[in-house]
């Protein structure tokens, strides 16, 4: 994996033990990884995970309609819909911008429904 230097564009191969870049000199714990086919990998499972989510949701939804629930969890359930739809449209976006990719922090490692919002 290579990484890059947030300050400069740097691409080393591997992050320097002291985070300090050798072209410019500067000291960041920011270093972005800089590694398409993983970042790609990772979108597409959060793509997955959303949209495993979106279809929960819509059976749930069917499942009130029918049954006709006033039960207010279930109501509350569906809301999860609103971050999964705007995750799944940001992820898709990303996947089709390799030409602007400059790199990744590690909080984009994580879907939205852990903590990281997969921003």
Not at 7 to 25: E, K, N, V
Not at 74 to 89: G, H, K, V
Request: glycine share 6%.
């Amino acid at each position: 994996m290579k990484f890059r230097c947030p300050s400069c564009g740097f691409i080393a191969d591997y992050l320097p033990p002291t985070h300090r870049c050798p072209t410019c000199d500067k000291f960041s714990h920011e270093w972005l990884s800089y590694d398409w086919e993983s970042f790609a990998l990772m979108k597409r499972r959060h793509v997955g995970y959303n949209l495993l989510i979106i279809g929960a949701v819509l059976i749930n939804f069917l499942v009130m309609i029918t049954s006709k629930s006033t039960d207010v969890r279930q109501w509350l359930f569906n809301l999860l819909f609103i971050p999964a739809m705007i995750s799944l449209f940001y992820c898709r976006q990303q996947l089709k911008r390799k030409s602007e990719y400059e790199g990744h922090s590690g909080r984009a490692t994580r879907p939205w429904f852990i903590g990281g919002w997969g921003l």
